[in-house]
């Protein structure tokens, strides 16, 4: 797809309205609130993560005119952000956790599983399952930890959390399958 048919449309103009009412809630909330307290690297790094994943997302638009693509695409794009944002506020197993980092590392073996696919959907299926399997192994070692039970929600929240992200993961395999029957690749 060409830069031209790219343009502004509805739901381009869309993503960035909310990155930019995401980025700004922060700063409005300072001006009211005494427990918004965030600094200039905090807003640079929910800049990184909330206009990164758009860019990767546009740039995918533009090579992949695929609606199965560019949706897998997408889902693995939200939950990559979801599970990011959520073990930077809080931590998917409790606030200073060191199992937390697990989680980053997960991000990190999609991204390569992607590349190693070089993008193509058949690959990127495989990934996302791949993905989607390595959550729910990751889930089951750390909620069996007893580290784990000494956290609030303890195991049974870390199994729904990651269940959760594990459907997402399998949605987006299933949208790049779908993308791989489409174009013939099976």
């Known amino acids: 797809m060409s830069d031209a048919k790219m343009g502004w449309n509805f739901w381009r103009v869309a993503r960035w309205s909310i990155a930019a009412a995401l980025l700004l809630?922060?700063?409005v909330m300072m001006q009211v609130s005494n427990e918004w307290n965030w600094g200039p690297a905090s807003f640079?790094?929910?800049?990184i993560m909330i206009c990164g994943p758009i860019l990767v997302y546009e740039r995918t638009a533009r090579l992949w005119p695929s609606v199965a693509y560019r949706g897998g695409a997408a889902v693995a794009l939200v939950v990559s952000f979801l599970i990011i944002w959520i073990n930077l506020a809080v931590g998917i197993v409790g606030e200073d956790n060191p199992i937390n980092f697990s989680f980053f590392m997960l991000i990190f073996a999609s991204a390569i599983g992607a590349f190693a696919a070089r993008f193509q959907p058949d690959?990127?299926?495989r990934a996302m399952l791949g993905?989607?399997?390595?959550?729910m192994l990751l889930?089951?070692?750390i909620a069996t930890a007893p580290s784990t039970q000494r956290e609030p929600g303890?195991?049974?929240s870390v199994l729904v959390l990651c269940g959760f992200f594990?459907?997402?993961w399998l949605v987006s395999a299933a949208l790049f399958h779908k993308a791989s029957k489409a174009t013939g690749e099976i």
């Open 154 to 156: 303890g195991a049974v």
């Open 44 to 47: 640079v790094l929910a800049g």
């Open 139 to 141: 889930a089951i070692a």
């Open 166 to 168: 594990a459907g997402l």
């Open 25 to 27: 809630t922060p700063a």
């Open 131 to 135: 993905t989607a399997a390595v959550q």
């Open 123 to 125: 690959g990127m299926a």
